[in-house]
């Protein structure tokens, strides 16, 4: 799976969300936007690390789901921090690129393209 399938899952759930929620009412899948974003952390790092040249790639993802679901107060600071989380996980765990590393790239794009894939199904309009 490349980064521009998951890309283009990115883009459909960007698109069929709904657009800003009150903050009261938690999405269903605030969970599941939280591991993407996590996912989205992760691979800034890992792919940088391992020579592609597409850093900025997943974080642009990220803020553009953020802007799409505009969370705010807490929200944001779950989604903000779920994305931070999996950038400093990694950067913590390595220093130069692995076949570990490798993998890891592998299952994060099948794993977040499943989550977007899952959330676009369920909650698309």
Same mark, same amino acid.
């Given at each position: 799976?490349?980064?521009?399938?998951?890309?283009?899952?990115?883009?459909?759930? @960007?698109? =069929?969300?709904?657009?800003?929620?009150? *903050?009261?009412?938690?999405?269903?899948?605030?969970?599941?936007?939280?591991?993407? %974003? *996590?996912?989205? =952390?992760?691979?800034?790092?890992?792919?940088?690390?391992?020579?592609?040249?597409? =850093? !900025?790639?997943?974080?642009?993802?990220?803020? %553009?789901?953020?802007?799409? *679901?505009?969370?705010?107060? *807490?929200?944001? !600071?779950?989604?903000?921090?779920? /994305?931070?989380? =999996?950038?400093?996980?990694?950067?913590?765990? /390595?220093?130069?690129?692995?076949?570990?590393?490798?993998?890891?790239?592998?299952?994060?794009?099948?794993?977040? %393209?499943?989550?977007?894939?899952? @959330?676009?199904?369920? /909650?698309?309009?």
């Amino acid at each position: 799976m490349t980064k521009s399938v998951l890309a283009g899952f990115m883009l459909l759930l @960007i698109a =069929g969300l709904s657009p800003a929620r009150a *903050e009261s009412a938690p999405a269903p899948f605030d969970n599941d936007l939280q591991r993407l %974003a *996590e996912i989205l =952390g992760g691979l800034a790092y890992l792919r940088t690390l391992c020579g592609a040249r597409d =850093g !900025d790639v997943w974080r642009n993802e990220t803020q %553009a789901l953020m802007d799409a *679901e505009a969370p705010s107060g *807490e929200r944001r !600071d779950r989604m903000v921090a779920s /994305y931070n989380r =999996g950038y400093r996980g990694f950067a913590q765990s /390595y220093r130069t690129c692995t076949p570990a590393a490798d993998l890891a790239i592998r299952r994060h794009l099948e794993e977040g %393209a499943k989550i977007a894939r899952d @959330i676009t199904a369920r /909650y698309a309009n």
